[in-house]
C-alpha cells in the first residue's frame, strides 16, 4: 500500500476533499467561497483568512481536537506535517492542555537536524516525561560543551511540539553578547516585532501571557547574569514552558536540572552487540560518513572501544575522532588520542572547565595541521554564523584547495547550500589561539570588518532593484557577520567605512522590519562619532570636523527613521532636527534629502500638513540635485499624500502617478507597495485604480516571495481595495483579515491602524457591527497613543457611523461634533463627517441636537467612545 506524502497546507485539503467525494465547487458553495479561492488555496498561492479556514474544516469534517491545529496550518503557522494524514477516520494525539485552553498559535521555529539522534532514549523519556509534570516549568540540560545538550533539547521538541496546542520554539543563545538583548532575541526567533513606548519585556510578556507554549533557549551559559528574567517569564506566562541548555546551572527557583553526561560507553571488548552501544554506533555512522568504505572488523573492536573510553563518550569528541579513518587506523588514533590526555588526573582536566575533554581531541588535530594550515583556520575563527567561499579567501586566505583540506579534515564543515561553517566550540578553541598574535587579531578583525560592510555597499543597487529577493537572502545568510563587522568598526572608529554601509544597511533592516535593532546600532554609532567630533571641537581642530558633522547627521537620519517606523513621531522628530541642523550646511546630499522627506512624514503623521508639504518639496529639490530616483519617487508620492488629505485630488492623483511612473522604472517592489498605499486611496477617489492592478499584484507576488511581511501586509491592503471596487466582499474582507495579522505581528502601528480602518469600513458595509466596532477602536486607540491624529480621526468617522446604524444616533452626533472641530482632520474626514452629521441630524430633535453639542463640548473624545448614548 503506497502512502501519499503531504507536502502542504493545500495538498492536504485537496486530499481530504477527495475522500469526502467533494469537488473544488462543492466545497467553494459550503464554505461561501469562490471557486477560485479554493483553486488558490490547494495550489498555495494563499492562505485562507480564519473564518474561511474554521468553516473549510466543517465541512473537511476535522475533528474538534485538530481544530485550532488545522487553522493554523491553514494561516501557514504549522507546516502541514502537523496535521495528520487526511484519511477517512482521524487519529489525533491527546495533548496535554485541554482545547478549551487554546489560544492563539505562536509560530513554530524548529531546525531540522541533518542527521538522526543516536541513543539518548532514557533522557529523551526523562525529559518528556518531566516536560509533561506540571510542577516542572524549566528544565535546564547542564553538561560539558560538546555533550550534545542542544541535539537532545531539538530532539525533545519535535517530538514534544504537537503536544502542545500553542507548539515549540528554538532559540539560540550563542551570538547573544549580553543578558540585555535575551528579550529581543527571543522576540525575533518568535516573530514577534516591538513598537510604541511599553519597555520590549512587557510586550514580549504579554504576547505570551495565555499561550501553551514550549520555549527552547539554548547555550545559556554565558548569560547567567540576566536569567532573572525567565523567573520572571514563568510568573507572567503560566502556560510557557521552558527547555534550557547551559553548562552550569540557571541557579533559579523554578529550575529542574538534568545532568547530561556521555554515551554510554562499553566496558570491555566483550560486550554482546558492542555495534548497538550508543557511543560505539556514532562513531561508526561518522567514520562511514567521513570515508564511505571504511569497514569494521574485529581486529577494530579492542581500539574502538578505548575511542570511547578515553573521550569518556563525549559525543563531539567521537565525531571528529572518526572522521581521522580516512588516515589513520583505529589503533593509531587511540595512540594520538592518549599521548594529548597524558595530563589527566582521574576525572579533572588541567584546562579551562569549558575545555576539559574536548580540548584534547582539538589539541590533536590542532598539532597535525601544517603552519599554512593552523593559520588559516584560526583566521576562519573570526566569522559567526557561517562564511563564504570568497569571505575566507580575502579574509583568512583560505583557497579552494586548503577548504577542502579543512573540509576533509573535520575542522571546517560545507553545507549543502556551499556554504561553511566552523562548530561553535572549535571556534572558540580556535579564537585563543589567534589572539594569541595581537596583530594578526586586529588585522584579521579589520578585514573581517571591511569585506562585509563592502558587501553591504555592493549590495545597494541591488537592494532597490526588481532583484531585491536574492540580495535579501545572500546578505541574511551572513546577517551575523554584517552585525559583527559594524560592531568593530564602531569600535575601531572606521567612519567612512561606517557612513559608506549605512544606506544599505538601513534598507536591508527595513526590508526585514528590525526596527529595534536598527535604531540601536545607528544610535551606538552615533555615540561615537559625537565623541570625536566633542574632542574635535574641544581642541578646536577643524580638518574633519566636516566629515564627522556629515556623518553624524547620517546615522542620526537613521537612528530617527527607525525610531518612527514603530510608532514614536515625536522622538523621531527631535532626532530629524537634530540631523538636518548638522547636514544643511554642507549643501545638497541624498542623506539631506533622506532627512527632509522622512521628517515631512513625520509632520504628515501629527496633522502638520504645510510644514509636510514644506519638506516634501525640499526634499524633491534636493533628490533632484543629487539625481536619486529611488528618493524622488518617494517625496512624489508623500506629497501626494499630503494633497489627497487637504482634498486636492487631482494635484495628489498627479503627483503620485509620477512616483509610481518612477517605482516602475526602478523595479523596486517594496517603494511600488509603499507609495502604491497612498495611490490606492486617491486613485480611489478619482477613479483610476484598476488600471493599476497588474502592477500591484506582482508587487505583492514578489513581497511573497522574499516574505517581507511589511510587503505583504501593505500589498494585501491595496489588493483589498481593488476587490471591494470590483464588487468581491468577501475576498476584500479576507486578504484585509490577513494584513491585519501580518502588520500587527511587523509592528508598523501606522499600517496596523490603516488595515483595521479599511476592515471596520468593510464589515460596517456588511452589517457585522460588532467586528467594525472592535477593530475601529484599536485603531483609534493606538493612534492616539503613538500621537497620529489623522488616522485616529480617520477611525472617528467610521466608529459614528457604527453607532449611528446601532441606533446610537446622539452618541453619533456627538462624535461628528468632535471630528469637525479638530484642526487636524482630512478634507476627506471633513467631507465624510459633514454628510453622516446632517443624515443624523435629521433624526434629532432641535433640542436633541443643542444637547448633544453642549456634551461634545463638556465631554473627552475618551467619554464619548466609551459610553455611548442611545437616541
Excluded at 496550518?73 to 502537523?82: P, Q
Excluded at 532593484?465 to 568593530?488: G, H
Excluded at 554601509?501 to 528590525?514: I, K, R, T
Excluded at 516571495?705 to 464588487?727: D, F, P, V
Amino acid at each position: 500500500m503506497n502512502i501519499e506524502v503531504i507536502t502542504t497546507f493545500g495538498h492536504w485539503v485537496k486530499s481530504r476533499r477527495k475522500i469526502l467525494d467533494l469537488t473544488q465547487e462543492m466545497l467553494a458553495q459550503q464554505v461561501g467561497c469562490s471557486l477560485a479561492a479554493i483553486k488558490k488555496i490547494e495550489s498555495g498561492e494563499r492562505h485562507p483568512s480564519r473564518q474561511i479556514a474554521g468553516l473549510m474544516a466543517d465541512h473537511l469534517k476535522v475533528p474538534t481536537k485538530l481544530r485550532a491545529t488545522f487553522i493554523s496550518a491553514a494561516r501557514g503557522e504549522y507546516a502541514a506535517y502537523a496535521l495528520p494524514p487526511p484519511t477517512q477516520d482521524f487519529f489525533v494525539p491527546d495533548k496535554i492542555f485541554p482545547d478549551s485552553l487554546q489560544s492563539t498559535i505562536i509560530r513554530t521555529s524548529l531546525p531540522t537536524p541533518v542527521a538522526p539522534l543516536i541513543g539518548r532514549e532514557h533522557e529523551l523519556t526523562e525529559i518528556m516525561g518531566l516536560m509533561q509534570d506540571p510542577r516542572c516549568r524549566l528544565l535546564t540540560l547542564t553538561g560539558l560543551g560538546g555533550i550534545g545538550k542542544t541535539r537532545l533539547a531539538l530532539e525533545s521538541a519535535h517530538r514534544l511540539q504537537t503536544i502542545f496546542p500553542d507548539g515549540a520554539g528554538y532559540v539560540s543563545l550563542i551570538g547573544v553578547s549580553s543578558p540585555e538583548f535575551i528579550i529581543p532575541t527571543i522576540a525575533d526567533e518568535l516573530g514577534i516585532t516591538f513598537s510604541g513606548p511599553t519597555s520590549p519585556k512587557a510586550q514580549l510578556f504579554k504576547y505570551l501571557k495565555m499561550k501553551h507554549y514550549l520555549l527552547v533557549l539554548d547555550n545559556l551559559e554565558h548569560l547567567i547574569a540576566g536569567v532573572e528574567i525567565l523567573g520572571e517569564l514563568l510568573l507572567q506566562a503560566p502556560k510557557i514552558r521552558l527547555l534550557t541548555t547551559s553548562r552550569e546551572q540557571l541557579h533559579l527557583q523554578a529550575e529542574w536540572v538534568l545532568e547530561i553526561q556521555g554515551l554510554p560507553v562499553p566496558q570491555s571488548t566483550q560486550v554482546e552487540d558492542l555495534e548497538n552501544v550508543s557511543s560505539v554506533a556514532l562513531f561508526l555512522q561518522r567514520a562511514r560518513q567521513a570515508n564511505v568504505g571504511f569497514t569494521f572488523s574485529s581486529i577494530d573492536r579492542p581500539a574502538l572501544v578505548r575511542i570511547c573510553q578515553l573521550v569518556k563518550g563525549l559525543p563531539l569528541a567521537i565525531e571528529l575522532a572518526a572522521a581521522w579513518t580516512r588516515m589513520l587506523t583505529c589503533q593509531e588514533i587511540v595512540q594520538e588520542i592518549e599521548c594529548c590526555l597524558d595530563f589527566l588526573s582521574g576525572n579533572t582536566f588541567d584546562v579551562p572547565e569549558r575545555h576539559r575533554s574536548i580540548t584534547a581531541v582539538f589539541d590533536h588535530s590542532w598539532k597535525l595541521l601544517s603552519p599554512d594550515e593552523q593559520n588559516t583556520l584560526k583566521r576562519l575563527s573570526v566569522f559567526q554564523g557561517g562564511f563564504s567561499r570568497e569571505a575566507a579567501e580575502q579574509i583568512a586566505g583560505a583557497t579552494l584547495q586548503m577548504l577542502a583540506v579543512l573540509v576533509d579534515k573535520s575542522l571546517v564543515r560545507r553545507s549543502g547550500t556551499g556554504r561553511y561553517d566552523i562548530h561553535e566550540l572549535i571556534s572558540q578553541y580556535l579564537l585563543v589561539q589567534l589572539n594569541n598574535n595581537e596583530e594578526e587579531e586586529r588585522v584579521t578583525r579589520e578585514q573581517h570588518s571591511r569585506y562585509y560592510l563592502t558587501l553591504l555597499l555592493d549590495r545597494e543597487v541591488i537592494l532597490k532593484s526588481q532583484r531585491q529577493k536574492a540580495a535579501v537572502t545572500e546578505l541574511m545568510a551572513d546577517i551575523d557577520n554584517i552585525r559583527l563587522a559594524w560592531n568593530e568598526a564602531i569600535e575601531n572608529g572606521m567612519v567612512d567605512v561606517l557612513v559608506q554601509a549605512s544606506g544599505p544597511l538601513y534598507f536591508f533592516y527595513e526590508l526585514n522590519q528590525y526596527f529595534i535593532e536598527g535604531a540601536t546600532c545607528f544610535k551606538v554609532c552615533a555615540k561615537m562619532i559625537q565623541g570625536r567630533l566633542t574632542v574635535l571641537r574641544n581642541k578646536n581642530e577643524t580638518p574633519d570636523k566636516k566629515n564627522l558633522e556629515i556623518a553624524l547627521g547620517n546615522m542620526l537620519n537613521y537612528q530617527a527613521f527607525f525610531t518612527l517606523r514603530p510608532g514614536n513621531y515625536r522622538e523621531a522628530l527631535l532626532l530629524f532636527q537634530d540631523s538636518l541642523a548638522l547636514l544643511r550646511p554642507h549643501g545638497s546630499s541624498s542623506i539631506l534629502a533622506f532627512g527632509l522627506i522622512h521628517k515631512g512624514a513625520v509632520h504628515m503623521a501629527l496633522g502638520e500638513l504645510e510644514a509636510a508639504s514644506e519638506l516634501f518639496n525640499e526634499g524633491l529639490t534636493v533628490s533632484y540635485i543629487t539625481k536619486d530616483s529611488w528618493l524622488q519617487a518617494m517625496a512624489f508620492g508623500l506629497l501626494g499624500g499630503v494633497l489627497h488629505n487637504q482634498g486636492k485630488y487631482q494635484e495628489a492623483y498627479r503627483s503620485i502617478s509620477e512616483s509610481i511612473s518612477l517605482c516602475q522604472s526602478i523595479g523596486d517592489p517594496y517603494l511600488t507597495i509603499l507609495m502604491g498605499a497612498y495611490y490606492s486611496h486617491t486613485a480611489q477617489v478619482v477613479g483610476h485604480l484598476l488600471e493599476t492592478q497588474d502592477l500591484f499584484s506582482e508587487s505583492l507576488r514578489i513581497a511573497r516571495e522574499s516574505g517581507n511581511r511589511w510587503g505583504i501586509g501593505t500589498g494585501l491592503m491595496i489588493m483589498s481595495t481593488i476587490a471591494r471596487l470590483q464588487g468581491n466582499d468577501l475576498e476584500a474582507r479576507s486578504l484585509l483579515e490577513e494584513s491585519v495579522v501580518l502588520n500587527r505581528e511587523v509592528g508598523d502601528l501606522w499600517s496596523l491602524a490603516w488595515a483595521l480602518n479599511d476592515l471596520s469600513f468593510l464589515s460596517l458595509k456588511q452589517g457585522d457591527l460588532q467586528t467594525a466596532e472592535r477593530c475601529v477602536l484599536e485603531a483609534f486607540t493606538s493612534m492616539v497613543e503613538a500621537g497620529n491624529p489623522v488616522v485616529a480621526l480617520e477611525a472617528l468617522v467610521i466608529l459614528a457611523s457604527i453607532r449611528s446604524q446601532s441606533g446610537m444616533n446622539l452618541d453619533a452626533f456627538e462624535i461628528t461634533v468632535y471630528i469637525l472641530q479638530n484642526p487636524s482632520i482630512t478634507t476627506e474626514s471633513r467631507n465624510r463627517a459633514e454628510k453622516l452629521q446632517a443624515e443624523i441630524a435629521a433624526m434629532l430633535t432641535a433640542s436633541e441636537i443643542e444637547t448633544a453639542r453642549a456634551c461634545a463640548q463638556a465631554r473627552s473624545i475618551h467619554d464619548l467612545i466609551g459610553e455611548p448614548q442611545t437616541g
